[in-house]
């Protein structure tokens, strides 16, 4: 439901990728160096749905292997993809690696699903035995330090290249669209790490006092991530509310009719009102602010928190929810309490187009072997199921205040928890889980909250959930996302558990 343009569109990977031979074999087999060259521009071709290529061509010399290498790192690729196009020496391609440091993922990806082999003499079975060089390179790679991964599977042409002698057209083999599944991951993956080093995140007022598992420190989560960090005070926010018009009002007002349906009395919770027209204004006013100032700062994403008395700010805060919500939608990952780090969660499933709202466990629902998920904001619009709910509070509960909250849940299907957390050592590390959203009763209270079916019943999940020390705050994303996730960790070099 999420028709709000993004502000900033995430960076597209550079992809690096070049296809190994033996140069020997080229005067021995006439058509084979052509054909492996056929299956490397079908990659290069494909590999352009998921960023910028830079195609070397063919590594089958070490002098190759080494100019494959500079012209990486002249390209500035974030991944390159190694293709085993027949059988090729380790001392061909280490070099590529040793100079190149971008990760490196080998495509062993054989074109036939099987050869003709009453047909197939010995210039035909090289084009296939694209496996065979795997077990050396795994081997010459661990004793240089060459961390890398493989994809195997099919190559998935569309057609039968002129060269071949067996049916080649595996488009529709599960064998390829695993692989081709993986290598899509591995590129959406180099383009969260390449978006990350680019971007800035906003840090407005201060943290939750007293919630310890959410301190990070701001020099490590750049050294790990890339990311630069703009401390802004609440004062920086509050210059931009000043120059908010009521054309700026009146336009947010329509967004707000637009994407959120305006609530009556909770019959629930006597906290939560319908919203007066003063409360809607006043978080208009300061929705068309939060804009100003992510777009003249140029920010990626915000965290934010005001413990105020009965101050202007206080007054200024109250009015955040509503216009975090529409920034979320915007691709500007907005998380409270100060949870820098789960904003950083958030931000990588927007990267990744799978959402990302800020929740916390509400309870579990032991009848329904549920955990409930969710939180008073900010919410993600492109996972919700219909249009939020506005309510007014009374009271935010455990902070100061009242105001105006989002209440909503997650459309039914499948969902994937991201949460960041800090080791004592001081490293940040990914918790993911793959579940079920269900359309089950939520609290009618102005707190956005989920019913999540995981694998395991509530009790063993927490039982799980909890040895792996996580933030309490989390990001939740439709779709079962837990091979990206994990991907993304991998390429930024951050521990990972998912359960």
Known sequence: MNGLKKIKNPLKARIGIYSAGLHTYWDQFA??????????????KKLEEFGEVYNFGLVDTEDKGREAGEFFNKNNVDIVFSH?????????????????????????????????????????????????????????????????????GLLGLDYTPSFAKADEVTCDRPE??????????????????????????????????????????????????????????????????????????????EQIESFFEISGDSPSDPIAKKPTEEQLDWSARVAAAQEKMVRDRNLDSVSYYYHGRDDHFEEVQSGFI?????????????????????????????????GGSFCEIVAADFNRD?????????????????????????????????????????????????????TGDGRLKFNISEGEAIDA???????????????EK???????????APTHHLALSVGHNAGLFKKVAELMDIPYAIY
């Not at 009763?441 to 694998?455: C, D, E, K």
């Open 322 to 354: 509503v216009g975090f919500s529409l920034l979320n939608a915007q691709g500007i990952a907005c998380s409270g309490e100060g949870d820098i780090k789960t904003a950083l969660a958030m931000k990588i499933a927007d990267i990744c187009g799978t």
């Open 370 to 422: 549920t955990m409930i998920l969710g939180h008073d904001g900010p919410f993600h619009f492109a996972i919700s199921k219909g249009k939020p709910i506005l309510r007014g509070m009374g009271v935010y509960h455990g902070k100061r205040g009242s105001g105006v909250s989002v209440e909503a849940k997650v459309r039914p299907g499948a969902v994937t928890t991201l949460g960041v957390t800090q």
């Open 84 to 152: 085993a196009a027949t059988y090729y020496t380790s001392a061909c391609v280490l070099p590529v690696h040793q100079i190149s440091k971008a990760p490196v993922i080998i495509l062993n990806l054989q074109p036939a699903a099987e050869m003709a082999y009453e047909a197939t003499g010995t210039d035909r079975w090289l084009a296939q035995c694209v496996g065979c060089s795997i077990p050396e390179i795994s081997n010459a790679f661990n004793r240089a330090g060459v961390v890398f991964r493989a994809v195997n």
């Open 176 to 253: 390829a669209k695993k692989a081709w599944k993986e290598i899509g991951e591995w590129c959406r993956a180099a383009g969260v790490k390449r978006t990350l080093q680019h971007a800035r995140f906003g840090f407005l007022g201060g943290y939750y006092s007293g919630m310890l598992d959410m301190y990070s420190d701001f020099t490590m989560l750049q050294a790990q991530t890339g990311m630069d960090i703009e401390v802004l005070e609440m004062s920086d926010l509050d210059s931009y509310l000043q120059k908010v018009t009521d054309q700026d009002v009146q336009e947010k007002l």
């Open 441 to 455: 009763p939520i609290l009618l209270n102005g707190n956005t909250s989920t019913h999540i079916r995981f694998a």
């Open 31 to 44: 058509g084979l160096k052509d054909c492996l060259m056929e299956y490397n521009t079908f990659i290069a």
């Open 458 to 468: 509530p009790a063993e999940y927490m039982d799980k959930w909890f040895v792996e």
